[in-house]
T-cell receptor, first 115, second 115 residues
Framework: AQSVTQPDIHITVSEGASLELRCNYS??????LFWYVQSPGQGLQLLLK??????LVQGIKGFEAEFKRSQSSFNLRKPSVHWSDAAEYFC?????????????FGTGTRLLVSP | DVKVTQSSRYLVKRTGEKVFLECVQD?????MFWYRQDPGLGLRLIYF???????EKGDIPEGYSVSREKKERFSLILESASTNQTSMYLC??????????????FGAGSRLTVL
């Protein structure tokens, strides 16, 4: 069965600094990979997704992620963090070889942005 | 603006009560999901449905049931609420299709407290 590991529970970044959130997945076939963001009291919003092709994908709000098959990773990056980026971020992997698709989520990383 | 609407944002129930959580989507999506979100555990899939009157167990179905009588509506039922079901419940939907089916649109969540 597929699984997702987000090793960092909390990360604090200064406003204007760069950000990288780690995500490692376990899946035998080519995965579909996703990053979602959850602002306080809200549902999850899709930031970006990887299905195939270019391994560097661009998302909303200036985020990007890079798929590295050799490392089974899909890390999320942003060059300059804004205070409004403070939220919880979830990495997820989707099945690609079954008749029904569903997502498996990591445990999330909470981003704190300091002034 | 397309969306997934969860009828109750906050609920407080007593142990043993029957609880209904309602979810409606206006995107004509075939797939609908109920997740449970707990700190440190991320999102865990309770049940999903890929068509009207069809349902499949997710990873943690015990203590829950679901109903999908219409395409746009997916209900989560707690037959006899227990304190360990205190949690945030997230509904989501997605279209069919190999890739698109994994792109979930989430509701804002229903926070249930069982006393």
């Amino acid at each position: 069965a597929q699984s997702v590991t987000q090793p960092d529970i909390h990360i604090t970044v200064s406003e204007g600094a760069s950000l990288e959130l780690r995500c490692n997945y376990s899946y035998g076939a080519t995965p579909y990979l996703f990053w979602y963001v959850q602002s306080p009291g809200q549902g999850l919003q899709l930031l970006l997704k990887y299905f195939s092709g270019d391994t560097l994908v661009q998302g909303i709000k200036g985020f990007e992620a890079e798929f590295k098959r050799s490392q089974s990773s899909f890390n999320l990056r942003k060059p300059s963090v804004h205070w409004s980026d403070a939220a919880e971020y979830f990495c997820a992997v989707g099945e690609t070889n079954t008749g029904f698709q569903k997502l498996v989520f990591g445990t999330g990383t909470r981003l704190l942005v300091s002034p | 603006d397309v969306k997934v609407t969860q009828s109750s944002r906050y609920l407080v129930k007593r142990t043993g009560e029957k609880v209904f959580l309602e979810c409606v989507q206006d995107m004509d999506h075939e797939n609908m999901f109920w997740y449970r979100q707990d700190p440190g555990l991320g999102l865990r899939l309770i049940y999903f449905s890929y068509d009207v009157k069809m349902k499949e167990k997710g990873d943690i179905p015990e203590g829950y049931s679901v109903s999908r009588e219409k395409k746009e509506r997916f209900s989560l039922i707690l037959e006899s609420a227990s304190t360990n079901q205190t949690s945030m419940y997230l509904c989501a939907s997605s279209p069919i299709g190999q890739a698109g089916a994994n792109v979930l649109t989430f509701g804002a969540g229903s926070r249930l407290t069982v006393l």
